[in-house]
């Protein structure tokens, strides 16, 4: 059974003209248990409709997205209580405490009145936002507010966590927690779908990933094959002697010379053999999540 399950799903709006446009085209995907699952794209790609859906509140026009083997459109309500939701936008019920917010959110989500108490003080630490609990959401900084959103997504141990653009105009200090964090859940079954405009996240978080453009998958797959299939296949290095014989296939490329990958671990042994103690430095390069990214979607 898979966390997420999305089959084949379109969606359709009307604009008040009456004019009908796609948003989503026929998009598949499916998430396993226990992963970090990054769903990237440029700005109106799809995501947020995506993310809508998954969560019940837009309907699909068609297709099918299970969650945990629950169909959104048919068990709304159990699959709410399945999922953990951090949205894009900060919401936050200005006129009240911290510690009343997270009361009445975990009331929604059906935590027992008794272990009430307790869950949101080890929510409140683990974000850095226990001195905070009797002031008043209004008074928190942006960052604290994305904490305190965090904290109202995490109150019922959601199976599947949602992060839409969670680290969105915080610090970098904030951000490395925010990553921690998700790293720590994760580590303890909760599969996270992610996403993100800084790219060094997702390479950073994500094992696998879905990259979308104009309503439609352009490439999904493991991050590390996805970068390896637009990578140039080379191996670079430098010596210290350069005035030595070389390698066949071994080219000269300024300071560095290239040799093409066919079998990583045999041609980095070959190339150490040959040259024996005179390499200064060696790297494989594998292309950037950005650079695969600019690749897929630039017109």
């Known amino acids: 059974m ?11 709006f009307k604009s008040p003209s009456g004019k009908e446009f796609t948003a989503v085209d026929n998009v598949s995907l ?8 990054g769903l990237l794209g440029p700005n109106g790609a799809g995501k947020s409709t995506i993310i809508n859906m998954i969560s019940g509140i837009l ?3 068609s297709g099918t997205i299970e969650v945990l083997g629950h169909d959104v459109a048919k068990e709304t309500e159990i699959t709410k209580q399945m999922i953990g939701i951090v949205p894009q936008e900060i919401v936050v019920e200005m006129a009240f405490t911290v510690e ?3 009361y009445y959110f975990s009331g929604m989500y059906g935590v027992p009145t008794h272990e009430r ?3 949101i003080l080890a929510i409140l630490k683990d974000l850095d936002l226990e001195d905070k609990i009797h002031e008043r959401a209004r008074t928190l900084s942006g960052g604290m507010k994305r904490r305190l959103m965090l904290a109202k997504a995490l109150l019922h141990k959601p199976k599947f966590l949602i992060l839409d653009e969670p680290t969105a105009g915080v610090d970098v200090s904030l951000r490395q927690k925010i990553w921690s964090l998700v790293r720590r859940l994760n580590a303890e079954g909760t599969t996270i779908l992610f996403t993100t405009h800084y790219l060094e996240e997702a390479e950073q978080l994500c094992e696998s990933i879905t990259l979308i453009n104009h309503g439609q998958v352009v490439k999904t ?7 390896q299939e637009f990578s140039k296949n080379m191996i670079h290095f430098e010596l210290f002697d350069r005035n ?8 000269e490329i300024g300071v560095e010379y290239e040799f093409p990958i ?13 040259y024996h103690g005179n390499i200064k430095g060696i790297r494989s390069e594998a292309a950037s999540l950005e650079q695969v990214f600019l690749k897929l979607t630039q017109p």
Do not use: C, W
């Not at 030595?244 to 080219?251: E, K, S, Y």
């Not at 066919?262 to 040959?274: N, Q, S």
């Open 244 to 251: 030595v014989a070389h390698l066949p296939g071994t080219t």
């Open 221 to 227: 797959g493991k991050l590390k094959d996805i970068q």
């Open 2 to 12: 898979f966390s997420l399950k999305i089959t084949n799903v379109t969606k359709k």
């Open 117 to 119: 108490k307790e869950r």
């Open 100 to 102: 009343e917010v997270l």
């Open 262 to 274: 066919v079998d990583l671990t045999e041609d980095m042994a070959k190339l150490t053999k040959h």
């Open 30 to 37: 499916e998430i396993e248990p226990g992963k970090i699952y």
């Open 59 to 61: 309907l699909p026009t």
